[in-house]
């Protein structure tokens, strides 16, 4: 090279430096730009089209475009793109194994053209064919791949150089940080719209509970025909009204009303009418009322009535008010007739000291007028003799009490979850040497009505607990459920002598379930509850017996210690032709279950209701379809001929026993 050349070509590098220089400050500050831009950003969409902008100038692509892997790796999409062509592109997804992408993400590394010189002659001429015009660097998170960064044709020359590789590599590790910030965002966002979208689903499905909620108490509360209080809710007002008048040292006076001829009238008029006549009835006696009393039906043709702070002489009037208002005619059918009624009447504290005694004095009294035809009569206690036929019953009873003439029989109850016999329920039997076989809803009102429910209860009790203990030592783990009286429940020493049968028993496990009507609930609550939070401890277990056809109280359920819901059988039976009793049963179910609850239905008779129960979710079942209740001997030939399975104790707890 001659002397007079060495200017020109350092005058030449010197630009060339220059340029370079001046190159490389304008991509500091492109990435120094689109940091800034992106780092601001949490919108997914927004930071890919800044990436894709930017990258694009940056390596002067014709086209730039942003593959994003699926989150199960098996599809990327292109999400963004700048440049020829990029909105055709922009959304279309490719499964993972194609192209370049999928190249990128099983070798984690950048592809460009210098790759070709590492691949086979094979690879080499496909490649150089699909991708010789393309680079492509991965987008990489903590870890894991995100998807990559592609340029299509050079601008103004024929391949994208080192340089750019090196650039675009450098600009995806600023951005990956940015693009992940922002697919977490959009989770996040995800997750909230999700979770808004549940908190409202669940609002709405708690709205219909409390919906239905109230529809069942309205149900358990009123009379649906007259729309007057039910036997519970009068049991629950007049011991309200008791509390009331122990306080304010004054008495109560209570009425039972019975209507004479009903039954010529529905056997003459029919069903409809008869229902025409107890609304009619109902209205008139609620207009002879104070707005301190309450009347109610109980059942037929039963009305009773609660008079706070009444004298003789009140009740004595209202008493024959009530018997005027029915002087009037009844049109019903075109038809015009008259009918009359018998008034009981007793008082608080004088003929009763509690809700029980009163009511039942009460009911003694209007027998004693109807049999007379005198339209009302104030309870006697020397009259409290006059149903022969119960007192009879009631003398059997005591003898077959001192002489253990009772039998039980014990009816399964499966697990519809494991398919297996997990317990039974205890029923008492009476075979009564003239009477026959004597039904529980015959002898049970008279145990209750006596006072003798208390040591019968006891009684089947020791026997349950007996048995349970027997199974239990012959390795069966079978929980034995007994049905319990309220009386037992709130006389003070009932605990006692539970635990004292308990200990007696020598369980190897816990294995007595109590079970208890909803009038628990109408009870003195804060009492019940304290007794059974110490039987509870015990090794007790309590279920809520019928539910459905009582009390339904949600806030005073939720704060007892039981452990289960057996839905009534008048809601079982018809589930499959009444949509009504589906409805209630699918939402007894739900309602358990929110409230930590299992549930057990009763009253199964065929394979379809059983299969109905397990797809709402119902935990247990019994009924006839899987057995009736059996005694001892021919249960233990059912456990050995069943295709249920049965639950056995452990080998140690068995022996133990």
């Known amino acids: 090279m001659s002397k007079a050349e060495l200017p020109g070509d350092r005058e030449r590098r010197l630009q060339e430096l220059e340029q370079a220089l001046s190159d490389r400050e304008h991509e500091l500050e492109l990435l120094k730009e689109t940091a800034n831009a992106v780092g601001g950003q949490l919108d997914l969409d927004t930071v890919l089209q800044l990436i894709a902008d930017r990258a694009r100038r940056l390596i002067q692509a014709e086209t730039l475009l942003i593959p994003i892997l699926d989150e199960n790796c098996r599809e990327y999409t292109y999400r963004a793109g700048a440049g020829k062509n990029a909105e055709e592109i922009i959304g279309e997804s490719l499964p993972l194994n194609y192209g370049v992408c999928g190249w990128v993400w099983r070798h984690r590394r950048p592809w460009w053209r210098g790759m ?3 691949l086979t002659e094979v690879e080499r001429n496909r490649w150089e064919r699909e991708a010789g015009t393309l680079i492509m660097v991965p987008l990489m998170g903590k870890g894991h791949f995100l998807g990559g960064i592609a340029g299509i044709n050079k601008i103004g020359a024929e391949e994208f150089s080192r340089q750019d590789l090196n650039l675009l590599t450098l600009f995806a590790s600023q951005v990956s940080i940015a ?3 922002a697919m977490a965002y959009a989770e996040l966002a995800k997750a909230k719209s999700e979770a808004e ?7 709405q499905l708690n709205s219909e509970l409390t ?5 069942l108490e309205r149900i358990a509360l009123y009379d649906q025909l007259t729309g007057l209080p039910n036997r519970l809710l009068i049991q629950d007002r007049l011991q309200q009204a008791l509390f009331a008048a122990q306080r304010g040292n004054y008495q109560v006076a209570v009425m039972m009303v019975d209507l004479d001829s009903f039954k010529e009238v529905n056997d003459t008029l029919g069903h409809d009418a008869g229902d025409q ?3 009619q009835v109902s209205e008139r006696f609620s207009a002879e009322l104070r707005h301190t009393d309450t009347v109610g039906r109980l059942g037929g043709d039963e009305f009773a009535l609660i008079i706070p702070g009444a004298s003789t002489e009140i009740a004595a009037q209202i008493a024959g008010n009530l018997l005027k208002s029915l002087d009037t005619e009844f049109e019903i ?4 007739f008259s009918v009359g009624a018998s008034i009981g009447v007793a008082f608080y504290p004088e003929d009763g000291a509690d809700v029980a005694t009163v009511l039942k004095h009460a009911d003694m009294a209007m027998y004693i007028a109807k049999r007379n035809h005198d339209g009302f009569t104030l309870y006697n206690a020397e009259e409290d003799s006059f149903q022969p036929g119960r007192l009879t019953m009631a003398t059997d009873l005591r003898q077959a009490m001192v002489n253990r003439e009772f039998d039980m029989h014990y009816q399964p109850k499966i697990d519809l979850r494991t398919g297996a016999l997990y317990g039974v329920e205890a029923l008492a039997r009476w075979p009564h040497s003239e009477r026959g076989f004597v039904r529980p809803a015959e002898f049970v009102p008279i145990l209750e009505h006596t006072g003798m429910i208390r040591a019968f209860s006891l009684w089947a009790i020791e026997r349950g607990l007996h048995q349970c203990a027997v ?3 012959m390795g069966l783990d079978l929980t034995v459920a007994v049905n319990l009286s309220m009386q037992n429940l709130l006389d003070p020493r009932f605990p006692d002598q539970l635990i004292n049968l308990i200990e007696r028993a020598k369980l190897p496990k816990p294995g007595l379930v109590l079970e208890i009507t909803e009038s628990v609930f109408l009870s003195e609550h804060s009492k019940v509850r304290g007794v059974l939070s110490l039987l509870q401890k015990q090794g007790v277990s309590f279920s809520i017996d019928d539910f459905g056809t009582g009390h339904s109280s949600l806030s005073r359920l939720k704060k007892l210690p039981v452990s289960e819901l057996k839905i009534d059988q008048s809601f079982v039976k018809d589930m499959e032709q009444d949509r009504d009793d589906a409805i209630i049963v699918r939402s007894t179910i739900d309602l358990a279950h929110n409230l930590g609850l299992q549930v057990i239905a009763e009253g199964v008779t065929n394979e379809s209701t059983l299969r109905l129960l397990t797809d709402m979710g119902c935990d247990m079942a019994q009924g006839f379809y899987i057995s009736r209740p059996l005694p001892v001997d021919e ?5 050995e001929n069943t295709r249920w399975k049965v639950n056995k104790l452990p080998l140690s707890a068995a022996r133990s026993g």
Do not use: P
Request: glycine share 4%; proline share 0%.
């Open 116 to 118: 070709l010189d590492e």
């Open 179 to 181: 693009i992940e910030n």
């Open 197 to 203: 979208a549940y908190q409202s689903d669940l609002s």
């Open 211 to 215: 919906t239905i909620n109230k529809e």
């Open 277 to 279: 006549l107890l609304k």
């Open 333 to 336: 059918e075109n038809m015009r």
């Open 471 to 473: 199974w239990q030592g």
């Open 635 to 639: 249960f233990h030939f059912f456990i």
